[in-house]
């Protein structure tokens, strides 16, 4: 097979709701409880007063602790297990490691750590929301290649299927 470059998916990650803190999904317009995975409080990350996308998550999660509040995970509290953490340390987080277990078959601890750029793409995606809008979100992919593929977003697109012209450009796209 010379010329050839054979990818194989191996992302062993599941999506978490940033808004309700439930596996499976992430859209900032979840029509869920709301339930910070950062915090445990009834409010969506982006809403939260303490996180701060642009900060490392154990920089978030340090500073949080040093003004003297108690991270809870809402999803393990919800299963009855340990949940003095939070809800976005994947590694720490039983009822993550769980459905990871049930899904992949895998029990290792080695599940890496949200990236500082995927707290920006979502909290970009968010900010991009049009209330009017019925568009439908792009889900958050994972990449184990950190180094070339950090973070993918896949942006749903409004051409009709065949076309080959370009879809139309919103205030979002542009960096």
Not at 90 to 102: D, E, I, L, M, V
């Amino acid at each position: 097979m010379q010329g050839r470059e054979i990818r194989v998916q191996t992302d062993t990650l599941i999506s978490k709701c940033f808004t309700c803190s439930k596996l499976g999904h992430n859209s900032p317009q979840c029509a869920n409880d709301k339930s910070c995975p950062f915090c445990g409080n009834a409010h969506p990350l982006q809403e939260c007063e303490l996180f701060i996308p642009d900060k490392p998550l154990e920089t978030n999660i340090t500073d949080y602790l040093e003004k003297g509040h108690i991270l809870c995970c809402s999803l393990c509290k919800e299963n009855s297990y340990d949940h003095n953490h939070s809800g976005l340390e994947r590694g720490k987080c039983t009822s993550y490691r769980n459905a990871r277990f049930r899904k992949f078959q895998l029990s290792d601890t080695n599940i890496p750590s949200y990236s500082t750029q995927h707290f920006q793409n979502y909290y970009k995606i968010f900010r991009c929301l049009d209330d009017s809008s019925n568009m439908e979100l792009p889900q958050l992919e994972y990449s184990n290649n950190a180094t070339k593929r950090p973070l993918e977003t896949s942006i749903p697109s409004t051409r009709a299927p065949g076309s080959l012209s370009k879809p139309p450009t919103n205030k979002c796209q542009r960096n």
